[in-house]
C-alpha cells in the first residue's frame, strides 16, 4: 500500500523549475517569426480623439502593423462582455455600455488603449509608438464614485446615465427601519474601501499566432482560465470557431484575480496576429500593469448596527457606492454584489439585514475581483462594526461576539446564504490562547512605559467560496453556470495523468491534487501527473478563482475517480470471475469480499487496454474517465484573526507584534500549502490597512500610484512572522470536506488590523492605509486639542 | 548602433552583437535564452531579475549589456550543481516553501545567496531589511525568511 498522502505536507513538485529557472512563463516563450506589439496608451483620464496619424510611425524601422479603433471598428469586433448581469432594484437590467478593444473616439481613462504597434523588435515597437501621433480634446473627469454620481459630474458613457450602473439591494428593508426603531443602541460609521492595485509580481503577457496552413490561433496568455478566455472571445468578440482556437495558460506569476478577466491585448493581440500573419509577444511594463490591470475594492460604505441594551445585534444597515472604473470588466458587476452584500450576515445571528449598493463609472481602470472580491469589504464592515459597538457599550470584543454566534447549522442568513456548517466558538477561543490575550494588559502597559501606544484586535471573518450552484448563480445574474471539469487518464502501465479545468498560478496544484488521486487509487504520487492550463488538452474549465480549485476542481477529479473505480470492478469481476457487487477496491486493490482474491490497480489497468477477452457488450476497452461537477452550495470557511499592535507616536510607525490567524478551511489535504495561502492573503490584506492605495488625482484625473515608488507594496520588513492554526469543521457537501483557503487572510486581516490601530490610538475610526503619516498627524491634532 | 559584448555567464564565455541601449536582463532573456531572470517593474524595485556580476547581487534591469563587458555573471540556471544538485540556498526554499508562483523566486535566491556572504548568520530582522529590494505577493515573505533562515544554518 502507498503511503497516504492526504493531510501530509508534501513537498511540492512545482519547486524544482521554478527554482532553477525552468519555469515557463508567457514571456518566456519565443516563436519563430516572433514580433513585439507596444499599446499606445490615452495620456489623458477622458479624452476626445480628434485624429490619429499613423504616417511617422508607419515609416518607423522595423514596424510590421500598426491597428486602431477604426481598424477594430471596420473589422465588425465587438467589445468585451461583463459575465454577470445585475438587475436593478428599479427591475431594470444594469446599464452595459460597450467596452471597445481599442478606442474609437473617446477615451475613458489614462490608461485606455488606442492603438497597436507591432515591429520586429521591442525596441523598434516602442520607438514606432512614440511616433504615432494623436490629437485629444482633452473632457473633465471624475475618478471618484461618489462625485461620480452626483448631478453634473462629467458624463463617461451615453448609455449610463448619471454615471451610474445599477443600484442594487438585497434583505429587507422594513424590518431593518423596525428594528432600529427598537433599538438600546445604534453604532454608526463611514468607511472607504481604498482601491488596491494587484500588481502580481509577474506582469500580464500575450503571445499570439495564427496559422494559415490549417487556419488556426494559438494564445499563450497569463491568465487563470484559459478555457473561459477562449469562450468569451470566440463567442462574444471575435466571433472565430473555439475549435480553431488554443488558449494556453502556462506558468503564471500569480493572479490575484487580476488574471481573470479577458483583456483588450489578448483580443487584439489575437485579432492581428492573423492581419500580419506573424506570431506577436506583449508583455506589460510595471506601468501599464498599474494603469490597465483590473483594479480592486474602491467602495464607500454607510454602515449601522442596531443593537438591544446587552450587545444582541438587532439589525444592519448598509449602503455602499462602488467605483467600477471605466468599463464594466468581466465579472465587475458581481463584486460589489453577490460576492459582497451576501456575506453581510458575517458569523452573526443577525437576524434583519438591509444593503444598497450603487455602482458608478468613473474614469479610472476597471474595478473587479482581487483575492477576497467582495468580502474582504463586507468583512470589514461588520468586523469594524461590531469591535465599534463593543467599545461603544462597554462590552469586551471578544464577549459580544459569543453573545451573537451562529451556533447551530445549517443556518439560512438574511442575505441569501445557507451556511452548512461551522464552529466560530472554537476558532475564537483558540485564536485567544494563542495570542495570550489573557497577558495583553501587562504589554499594553508595558509598552506605555516606554511610551509607546498599544492596541489589540479581532476580527471573525466568513467567507463563501466556489461560486455556486449553477442554477442560484444563474438566478442571481451569472451569465454562465460555475461548475468544473476534470478527466482522470490511466495509461496501460498504472501511471495516471489528470486533467483539471482549475489552474494553478502558485497554488500547488500539481502537489495537491495529486496528492488526493494517489490517496484515492492507492498509487504512489509519483504515478500521478496534473495537467493544466491548456484547452488543447484539458476538455473544459471554468479555472480557477473565487477560492474554488479544490472544492469544485477537486470534487470534480474525485467523481472521475470514482467512474474509474466503478469500471475497474467491472473489470476486476470480469478477471477474477466474480460479481461485480463482490469487487471492494481499497488500498489500490481490487478484491473480492471476503476472500484474498485480488488484482492491483496497475493490473486492472494494463487489462483494461490489452483486452483479449472482454464481453464487448457489457465492457468497453480503455482506462479514461471524465467528469463535470456543479456544487450545491457554497462552501464558508470562517476565522478568527487577532492583532496586536504598538504605535510609536514620535513617529507614527506601526509595529504589528503579533497576528494570530485560526482558520477553519475544513479538511485540510496539504498543510504547507495551505499556510502559505494564508501568510500571502494576510499580507496582502495587511498591505491593504497599513502600505497600499490606488490614487487617482482628482483634477487630472492622473494616476498618481503608477510605480512600486508611488504605490507602497508590502516588502519583507513591513511585516511580521505569523502564529497560524486551523481547526477545521469538514465541509459537508463535498466528498473531501473541504472549503478554500486562497483567500481568508486578505478577508480577514484588515478589520483585525484596524481594530488593533484604533484601539491603540483611541479613535472611533481611522481610514486604511494606515501610514505614518496619517498616523501622526492625527496623534498630533489629538495632543493639540488636549492642549487647547 | 550595436556593440559587442563579451563575457562570462555561468563559467561559460558568451559574446554578442547587440543594440547599445540593451539591457542585462534583456541581454540576458532575449539574446543568451536564460529565461530563468525574470522582469517584474523595469524600475530596479522589484528585484526578480537580480542576478550576480562578479560576486555582487545587481538588478540586471538597471544595467546596460555593454557595462557588464568582461564580467563573470551568474543566474538562478547557474548555481546548481552540474549533476542537478540544488544549491543550499535552493534546497531551503523548497524545503520551507519559500515560494508559490516561482516568479520573484530566481532574484529572492540570488539576493539571499548574497546576503548571507554579507551576514553569514542574520537575525529575522536582518533578513526582512536585507530582502527590502525584492518584493514578492504570494508567500507573505514568511516562508521566505525561514528559508533563508534554515540556509544560514545548513551553513552554519
New interface residues.
Partial sequence: MATPYIGVPV??R??????????N?T??L?LPHQTHAVFVRSPHAHARIRSIKLERARAAAGVVGIFTGADVAAAKINGLPCGWLITGNDGKPMNEPAHPILALDTVRHAGDGVAVVIAETL?QARDAAEQVEVDYEVLPAVVDAVAALAPGAPLLHEGAPGNRCYTWDIGDKAGVDAAFARAAHVTTLEFVNNRLIP?????RAVNASYSRADDSYTLYVANQNPHVERLLMCAFVLGLPEHKVRVVAP????G?GSKIYLYAEDVVLTWASRQVNRPIKW?A??SESFLSDAHGRDHHTKAQLALDKDGQFLALRVNTTANLGAYLSTFASAVPTILYATLLAGQYATPVIHCEVTAAFTNTAPVDAYRGAGRPEATYVVERMVETAAREMGIDPAAIRRRNFIRSFPYQTPVALMYDIGDYEATLDRAIELADVAGFATRRSQSQARGKLRGLGYACYIEACGIAPSSVAGALGARAGLFEAGEVRVHPTGKVTVFTGSHS????HETSFAQVVADRLGISMDDVEIVHGDTSKVLFGMGTYGSRSLAVGGTAIIKALDKVVAKGKKIAAHLLEAAETDIEFADGQFKVAGTDRSKAFAEIALTAYVPHNFPHDKLEPGLNENAFYDPSNFTFPAGTYICEVEVDPETGAVNIERFVAVDDFGNIINP??V??QV??????GLGQALNECGVYDSASGQLTTG???DYC?P???D?P??KVATHGTACTHNPLGVKGCGEA?AIGSPPALMNALTDALGVADFAMPATPQRIWATLQSKQQRKAA | MTVKVSLTVNGKPAAAEVEERTLLVSFIRETLRLTGTHVGCDTAQCGACTIHMDGQAVKSCNILAMQAEGKSITTIEGIASADGTLHPMQEAFRQNHGLQCGFCTPGMVMSAIDMLRHYPHPDEATIRAELDGNLCRCTGYHNIVKAIQAASQASA
Fill in positions: 513537498q511540492r512545482e519547486d524544482l523549475r521554478f527554482l532553477t529557472g525552468a519555469g512563463y514571456d518566456d519565443t525596441a500588481n502580481a509580481i509577474e506582469p506558468d503564471v506569476g500569480g490575484f508583455t511594463d510595471r498560478h502558485g497554488q500547488g504547507m500549502i499556510e502559505g501568510h500571502g492573503g494576510l499580507v496582502q510605480t512600486f515608488m507594496m516588502r519583507a520588513d511585516m512572522s505569523f487572510g
